[in-house]
Every structure is written in C-alpha cells, then in structure tokens.
C-alpha cells in the first residue's frame, strides 16, 4: 500500500507506547516515532507449523498429543507508520510503512531479558564476585525431564555442595527444519574457583536428561557470548514458553 494512502486513510491512527530510537544519519540527530496502523493475519501462518515428535515420557496428563507444535511463521502482522524527524527542530525527514509480527515481538522480549540479565550480572562476573556456567542440553522432545525439573535438580545439588546459586537464564532453540530443538542454560553462583581443575561431576546432566549434554564456563564478555547464542532464533513452540529468567530483586 502506497503511503499517500495510508496517510489519506480515515482510519484514525492511534499512537502506541514504542520508545524511540536514536541514530546517527548525515550527520543529524534523528529519532524514530511509530503509529499504529493495522493488524492483520499472515496467510502463510498454517503453512510453517511443523509437528516435533515427543518420547513418551514428556507427553503430559490428559494430553491427546505426542508432539510439538512448532510455529515458523508469524500468525498475525502489525503496519506501523515510521516517522524519522530532526531530533532538534522538530522536522518531519520522512515516512515508512514499518511492518512487525508476533515472533519478532517474542524476540525482542527475549534480547530484553538477555539484557537484564547480562546488565545485572556482568559487573559482579568483572570483579569476580559470581561464576557463570553454559550449559547446552540436547534433543529436548526426546528427554527425560523438562527444563523446570532440571534447574530444580541442578540448585539442589548446588546447595548439597555448599554451593549459592544466584540466578539463571535458558532460551529454547529450534533448528531450521523445526526437528530439532534444545535449550541454552546459564547459571549464576557465587564464585567457584576451578582453575586447573575441571568441572565437578554435580554440573554434568547427562544422567538426568537423558540425553547429551555440555557444561562449561562463560568467559570474557559476558553480554556478547550470551548474545550469541540467545538472540538469534525466533521460532517457538506453541503453548510453551521460549525463555525464562530469575534474578535477584534490586533492594530499595
């Protein structure tokens, strides 16, 4: 649709809460302002659903399926109107049609909650007050236990050992094809020091997932290895969540 149309339109356009972005652009200060147009449904929608088959272990009570449903395409579209104006005079420098969906949305709550993460974390990883460990824990339709039950099993033997665990963050990763799906887990303890020593047998999940695992330290940059791996898949898997996060509260 042409832009004269959209702004011609009698449909009234209804500002939304979307914070605005600054950049740099010929050497002027811009910023972005976006109105909500339109939402409308992706024709393509039931054509990226993929079915993922589940062991039999993971098939809930009175569940009727033995898969995952996995979406590949986003199942609504949202037009906004994209303003760019001179951050300083207030001149309109242009206007776009800027189309989002409903998987980009989810994205973009997860990189924020990568960022919570990271920004709450980071500095105590710099001055060596918290441990980070990466976990990669492999073909999850085809597992024992759920992500809930292996952080439950990975805080208690933390604490059997004397160990505190102070937060945690996991994304779930679908492959391409939607057949194969895993999750990323970091675990936050306080500082463990293991130099020359490798990680202890309580940190390795292979019995307990039932499936192939890995365990190892997050280093150097905390927020560029996490962004890494968190931040680039938006496939998800209906009725379940694609992340989760727990951190401390900030103390008033």
Partial sequence: MKLATILNST????????????????????????????????PDYL?????????????HNNSDR????IKTK??????????S????????????????????????????AVDRFTNYFNPLYKSRKVSLF????????????????????LQKRCKRNKINVKGYLWIIEVSPEGLHVHYHLVLATDRINLKGVSIPDYFKLDNVWGAITQVGFVRKNVKYYLSKY???????????????????????
């Fill in 230 to 252: 968190f931040k680039k898949n938006n496939y998800r898997i209906l009725g379940k969540r694609s992340y989760g996060i727990s951190i401390p509260k900030k103390v008033k």
């Fill in 85 to 112: 104006y001179n951050r300083e005079s207030g001149e309109v420098l242009g206007q776009a049609v800027y189309t989002t969906d409903d998987l980009k949305s989810g994205n973009n709550r997860k990189i924020k």
């Fill in 134 to 153: 990466f976990f990669t824990l492999t073909i999850a339709n085809q597992s024992r236990i759920t992500i809930a039950q292996t952080i439950d099993i």
């Fill in 11 to 42: 449909k009234p356009i209804v500002q939304v809460s979307v914070k605005d972005t600054l950049q740099l652009a010929d050497n002027q200060l811009v910023n972005k302002n976006y109105q909500y147009l339109r939402r409308k449904p992706n």
């Fill in 47 to 59: 054509n990226g659903l993929i079915n993922c088959p589940l062991r039999t272990c993971l098939i």
């Fill in 74 to 83: 986003a199942k609504w579209e949202t037009d906004l109107l994209e303003t």
């Fill in 66 to 69: 033995n898969f995952w449903v």
